[in-house]
Structure formats: structure tokens, C-alpha cells
């Protein structure tokens, strides 16, 4: 780094360098303000995160399978469906059911996320109050 004082022929010259010292000096306050402002901002409000669970489903007789496979076909208990208005139809049936059966989505790995969400708000129109995704355990190993 290096700094110029003067000229040696006694003119003075216009500098055209921008002194970046008071902005360094600047930036470095502010950084250690935020340093040290931070963990009193971020310790505010203490909360507890849910832990995840892995709850092992028995399944009844009664309770609704809706497969989704890779291409996005939907399956009603191995029941091939036209689209989601076939589908609302048979889960309309189901809603008014008491007590309402749980439905139970099994998605490919490589569905695409559309066809799962049509599924799944399609349970919300029909009026189904619990669906839940079958995946499989991971591995203890």
C-alpha cells in the first residue's frame, strides 16, 4: 500500500486515489457491533423445536389407499382412476362416512410434486379431515 505526500516540484496535484482508510475503519466498527449485538438479538424469544417421530400406522380395513405412481396415474385401492374428478367422486363417498376413514397417499419416489398435490387437494375438497403419506423406514444401519 502506499501513499503519495506531495510532489517533488513543489505543485500540488490534483489526487485522483480515493482513501479507503476511514471506510476500513468504518466497516470494521460495524462489524463488530453487529458481533456483538447479534446473540442478544437471536436469544430473544427461546422456543422448542418439534423432534421427529416415526409413528408405525396400523392400517383397518376401512381406511383409503390412493397410490400415485412415476407417470402420475392415481389408484383407488388398485382401481385405476380417469383423473381427480373420478377420484373426488369416490373420496365425496367416503367423507360423509362416520367415522371419516384416513386416506392414505403412496407416492413414487420419482412423482412429480403436481400430480401428489392434485391428490391431496382433492382430499381437501371432498372434505377428508386425515390424510397421511406411507414412505418407507430408513435404514438403521
Known amino acids: 500500500m502506499s501513499m503519495s505526500v506531495g510532489s517533488d516540484s513543489g505543485e500540488d496535484q490534483v489526487m485522483s486515489e480515493i482513501n479507503t482508510t476511514p471506510l476500513v475503519d468504518i466497516m470494521l466498527v460495524l462489524l463488530i457491533i453487529f458481533l456483538i449485538t447479534s446473540p442478544v438479538v437471536l436469544k430473544l424469544q ?84 386425515k390424510v397421511g403419506f406411507i414412505t418407507e423406514p430408513p435404514d438403521k444401519g
Not at 423445536?49 to 416415526?54: A, C, S, V
Not at 373420478?86 to 403436481?114: I, M, N, S
Request: net charge negative.
Open 46 to 129: 427461546k422456543i422448542k423445536l418439534p423432534e421427529e417421530t416415526n409413528q408405525v400406522i396400523q392400517t383397518k380395513p376401512e381406511d383409503v389407499n390412493i397410490v400415485v405412481n412415476k407417470d402420475g396415474d392415481i389408484y383407488w385401492n388398485q382401481k385405476k382412476m380417469a383423473d381427480t374428478n373420478e377420484l373426488f367422486d369416490f373420496l365425496k363417498k367416503e367423507a360423509v362416512k362416520l367415522p371419516q376413514p384416513e386416506v392414505h397417499v403412496r407416492g413414487d419416489q420419482e412423482t412429480k410434486y403436481e400430480a401428489i398435490g392434485k391428490v391431496i387437494f382433492t382430499t381437501q375438497r371432498a372434505g377428508i379431515q
